[in-house]
């Protein structure tokens, strides 16, 4: 059965970071790129950064402007998401998601998402 | 950045009516990177279709997409209450996007 589990959500003050983290079971997670998006209270989606299966390439969305760092851990079937310099306008639930490869292909699972919230 | 229109924002229907939504790109997708999803409320996205028109695992054939270039659509035949949620239509190019969503409400 698959299975993402983000975990490192919470309420934070503006300025200060975050580290997410992603863990998968059920499927061959090394063999597998991962997603992050993120939805913000009442809002539509976002796309906030992928990273390849054996975690050599990464990308991130233009609006985020170098704050995050996606990594993976393979041995550990785990991905993170590090969030620095948090602004309240990054509040949101975020997701990760797995997909075959990093672009072309849907992500075909999410997991439940975890909340951020930054506020002071 | 490639931005997704959906149309209407909120459609409102009973069950056993058919629905028609609609996603217009800015500009023509690469190849057919185009999927759509459905959000119950306090729910991860589920993915109903990809390339375009192709059902996700467990998806009813009552779920079915089409379009090319720039306009997408998701047609939903036969509503069930289950049905009722919000969808988004998503490209899955080398920057992805989402459409703002159409709430489907009874």
């Known amino acids: 059965q698959v299975q993402l589990v983000e975990s490192g959500g919470g309420v934070v003050q503006p300025g200060r970071s975050l580290r997410l983290s992603c863990a998968g079971t059920?499927?061959?997670?090394?063999?597998?790129?991962i997603h992050w998006f993120r939805q913000a209270p009442g809002k539509g989606l976002e796309w906030v950064a992928v990273?390849?299966?054996?975690?050599?390439?990464?990308y991130y969305g233009d609006s985020l402007k170098g704050r995050f760092t996606i990594s993976r851990d393979n041995s550990q079937n785990t991905v993170h998401l590090q969030l620095n310099s948090l602004r309240p306008d990054d509040t949101a639930t975020y997701y990760c998601?797995?997909?075959?490869?990093?672009?072309?292909?849907?992500?075909?699972?999410w997991g439940q998402g975890t909340l951020v919230t930054v506020s002071s | 950045e490639i931005v997704l229109t959906q149309s209407p924002a909120t459609l409102s229907l009973s069950p056993g009516e058919g629905a028609t939504l609609s996603c217009r790109a800015s500009?023509?997708?690469?190849?057919?990177?185009l999927a759509w999803y459905q959000q119950k409320s306090g729910q991860a996205p589920r993915l109903l279709i990809d390339?375009?028109?192709r059902r996700a695992t467990d998806i009813p054939d009552r779920f079915s997409g089409s379009g090319s270039g720039t306009e997408f659509s998701l047609t939903i035949n036969r509503l069930e209450p289950d049905d009722f949620a919000v969808y988004f239509c998503?490209?899955?190019?080398?920057?992805?996007?989402f459409g703002q969503g159409t709430k489907l409400e009874i």
């Open positions: 998601t797995k997909a075959f490869t990093m672009f072309g292909v849907a992500s075909d699972y």
């Open positions: 059920g499927f061959p997670f090394s063999r597998r790129a």
């Open positions: 990273i390849s299966d054996d975690g050599n390439s990464k």
């Open positions: 500009q023509s997708l690469p190849s057919r990177y």
């Open positions: 390339n375009v028109s």
């Open positions: 998503h490209q899955y190019g080398s920057s992805p996007t």
